[in-house]
């Protein structure tokens, strides 16, 4: 029965700022580092051993992963970075600080911007500054491919191709993997696996460098979940 475990990145620098991050590369903070040291203790006393580890192409998340298998004894173990695991890109909000953005938009803006399903932010051009689309990291794909902003529906959409190609393989050739991502990208896959609807998925949260473990059956039917 094969394993999946997600981590959430510890704190980042512009979480302690309450600024919006998306696709931002940022750093842990001091607490983001704990965070993601506890995590691979936790993973350690619980025993459990990974075949392969997926990660997104953001400081923050890498960093939360190689201090998690470091931790584990297990930072040997084969990696693979996508842009498909990246946060949601949260268009134009990118950089304001939340409380600041409620004041300018409104808090019922601001929230439906950031919890609804399917409702996009305010979206950056290509030309912006900011823009994804500039960045070495992604100069490999078609500049149309590059997100101006996204809601989480867009976020599974972009998730779920990777999901299929990559990770469901190796599940279902009953290797264990780990995924140290975002919030965002592990609420679309948590949607997804656990079918949890568009009207519920709004109000679940995934708590800062706190590992869940799923397991799964030869299906990819979630049998157990639980929280390190």
Known sequence: MPKLVFIRHGQSEWNLKNLFTGWVDVDLSEKGVQEATEAGKKL??????????????????????????????????????????????????????????AEKFGEEQVHTWRRSYDVLPPLLKADDEGSAVKERRYANLDPHVVPGGENLKVTLERVMPFWEDHIAPDLLDGKNVIIAAHGNSLRALTKYLEGISDDDIVSLEMATGQPVVYDLDDKLNVVNKEKL
């Open 44 to 101: 350690k006393e619980a025993g459990i051993e990974f075949d392969q580890a997926y990660t997104s192409v953001l400081t923050r998340a890498i960093k939360t992963l190689h201090i998690a298998l470091e931790e584990s004894g297990q930072l040997w173990i084969p990696e693979t970075k996508t842009w498909r695991l990246n946060e949601r890109h949260y268009g134009a909000l990118q950089g304001q600080n939340k409380k600041e953005a």
